[in-house]
């Protein structure tokens, strides 16, 4: 029974906080016409991307595991050993080229909560097609069985827009993906 709920408690966190566990039990196909959610596309460049880690997730692990001491030793060190949480998120600042869609600044600072797979580590400079949306603003529909969906972090940021358990709207400047939303967008003009 006890290893039954050691089990149990691995699973849960790595589900809900570990980049080793996916939040998706699916990924979802991606869908270009969700750029209809977006507020923002832009064509840019990316400056100062970062990884802002949950310092409060990492401290109330550490707190659990001094608490519990009759945790099995493997759980306790993958436990330990975890470096990426779900609530991490990365934040970049933009410098536009283009502006396709929506309003835009000359630069700006924007968030990317990549929950469903978790952040790069790093990120090209770009250039990139990136549609974002206002926190605020409806997200793209769930087109997967399950995720898991956090409050933004900093909602008065533009995000990276994506749909649950989907690829980001964060595209090389020449893929076909890019070349796919710019016809959108223009036949959306019309």
Known sequence: MRQRTYALLLTMSLLFTGHSAQACVTRAKLDLRDVQYADTVVVGRIENYRIVLDEAVRKDRRKWLAESKDTPPKVREILTNQKGFLTDYARFDVIVDEALFGKSQESFSATWDNSTFGEPEKLGPGPFLIALRDPKSRMAPLR???????????????????????????????????????????????
């Open 144 to 190: 997967a069985p399950s995720a898991t969906i956090f409050p933004n972090r900093e909602p008065d940021l533009l995000t990276v827009l994506q749909a649950p358990c989907a690829n980001a709207f964060l595209f090389e400047v020449g893929s076909e993906e890019a070349t796919e939303i710019r016809r959108i967008i223009k036949e959306g003009a019309k």
